[in-house]
């Protein structure tokens, strides 16, 4: 009886499924799409910081920029920009949003394995500071670059999520053409997504407007105010109630576009439906995947340290020769990674062109590693959110982690020629087909009448 038990009260682990997430993140065709998506980004990025709007400024102990004064102070930012604003030392919002986050999120990870929760919730929410000093002092830059990293995103997170389903699901490793071609088709679906919870807000906010306005009118607007207040109180409740669904539902959007096929307004509702009906099952859920992933995370960069200072290593023994200027030959052109900084910190000066041309190789080299480490986070996060969306429907909607939208007949891409055959003109032959055999059986039994005759 022990033994017919077991099995079933491990199937009904279904988190334990989610331990699965690395292998599906580590498949090559997700890197891919997940390096080549950073390779967009980081390019968009960088040539939109040709404008330089962050102000720099000498301090004491090196540089300060807006964002280290916003961070230790924002009352203080105004004076700063002030004090500082005419001065032609300056930088890119992406370089000085892409530094800061990196930071905070290697301080996060230290700070969860020494199991200081509180520290890992400042760290995110110093993340989110820095995103609204972003959209509250360079607010066009910001549109510009969110647009760009949506649309990114839109093609790339669903073919991951798409990628993960099928894997997931059927077991497959489904091509990487036919990823990107689901991601391009259902681009809508996944650019929308995120957008649209946000256009429900500010469309009920609207009317909360409104009534504030109509409350400027003498004397009447004040009334009207406080009889129409209950109408404001279960706006601002739709809003609340808005806003914690997309929180913590924003993660499944994807997922529910690629596992059902779903709309962005389908998406929003499976994901809002899942948030509410099982809150702590997701969050346990998710409490997994973090502590997993992390663990995931260290180990792909203490790979990628190995193999770094392995080659490094070799190289060190193989160089005999001094530089240029008597300086260590490897030093000046590759500096040695460690665990914090792969790319290496302290480098001895480059003493000729050739040195600064190997320097430069060596950089780009390295930095494809760097971008393959970010790449697998990325993979990592979408391949998790889809496993499990994948488990919060088999539980709410009791259906199987193997029911997966598909798509017999793929409409074809602008400018690819749709197939000869298509599902009218294979109907048609099949109706030609039977139609022959019909018409062939009786002119053969009428053959046979007819030698049946003759013999007689």
């Known amino acids: 009886m022990a033994e017919a038990t077991a099995p079933s009260i491990f199937e009904n682990l279904l988190f334990t499924r989610i331990f699965q997430t690395f292998r599906t993140a580590i498949q090559p065709g997700k890197l891919i799409i997940a390096l080549a998506a950073i390779a967009v980004i980081a390019v968009a990025g960088w040539l939109m910081d040709f404008s330089r709007t962050v102000v720099v400024a000498e301090s004491g102990i090196g540089t300060a920029t807006e964002l280290d004064i916003y961070m230790a102070d924002a009352s203080r930012l105004p004076a700063f920009l002030e004090s500082h604003g005419g001065e032609q030392l300056r930088t890119g919002v992406f370089s000085t949003l892409w530094r800061f986050n990196t930071d905070s999120f ?23 500071q820095a995103a609204c000093w972003a959209v509250r002092y360079h607010s066009l830059y910001c549109l510009a670059l969110i647009a760009v990293i949506l649309a990114v995103i839109a093609v790339a997170g669903g073919s991951i999520c798409r990628l993960a389903a099928m894997q ?4 497959e490793k489904g091509g990487f053409t036919e990823a990107l071609r689901f991601g391009c088709r259902q681009f809508t679906s996944f650019f929308t997504a995120p957008l649209a919870p946000i256009g429900i807000i500010v469309f009920i906010g609207v009317f909360i407007i409104l009534l504030g306005l109509v409350a400027n009118i003498p004397r009447v607007g004040e009334l009207i105010m406080g009889i129409f207040l209950p109408l404001a109180l279960i706006a601002g409740a739709l809003i609340t109630l808005v806003l914690i669904g997309t929180a913590a539902g924003f993660n499944l959007m994807f997922p529910a576009v690629a596992y059902d096929g779903s709309d962005c307004f389908d998406a929003i509702s499976r994901s809002f439906s899942y948030v509410y009906s099982k809150p702590w099952r997701m969050a346990f859920y998710y409490a997994v995947a973090i502590v997993y992933g992390a663990l995931c995370y260290v180990f792909v960069r203490f790979f990628a340290l190995l193999m770094l200072s392995s080659a490094r290593l070799g190289l060190q023994m193989g160089v005999f020769t001094n530089g240029a200027e008597g300086t260590d030959k490897l030093a000046a052109v590759w500096p040695k990674p460690s665990f914090a900084n792969l790319l290496g910190a302290d ?8 040195e600064h041309v190997a320097a430069f190789m060596i950089y780009l080299f390295v930095l494809a590693v760097v971008g393959l480490l970010v790449a697998f986070v990325i993979s990592f996060y979408f391949s998790a959110n889809t496993i499990i969306y994948a488990l919060m429907r088999n539980r709410v909607d009791n259906t199987s982690t193997e029911d997966i939208h598909t798509e017999a007949a793929e409409e074809p891409l602008a400018g690819e020629k749709p197939d000869a055959k298509g599902p009218e003109k294979e109907t048609k032959e099949a109706a030609e087909t039977a139609e022959d055999k019909t018409n062939k059986k009786p002119q053969a039994e009428t053959e046979d009448d007819i030698d049946e005759k003759s013999d007689d």
Do not use: E
């Open 168 to 171: 997931f699901a059927k077991g």
């Open 347 to 354: 480098a001895a000066a480059a003493a000729n062109w050739t």
């Open 106 to 128: 290697h301080d996060a990870l230290s700070c969860l394995f020494s199991f200081n929760l509180p520290g890992v919730a400042a760290k995110f929410g110093q993340c989110v």
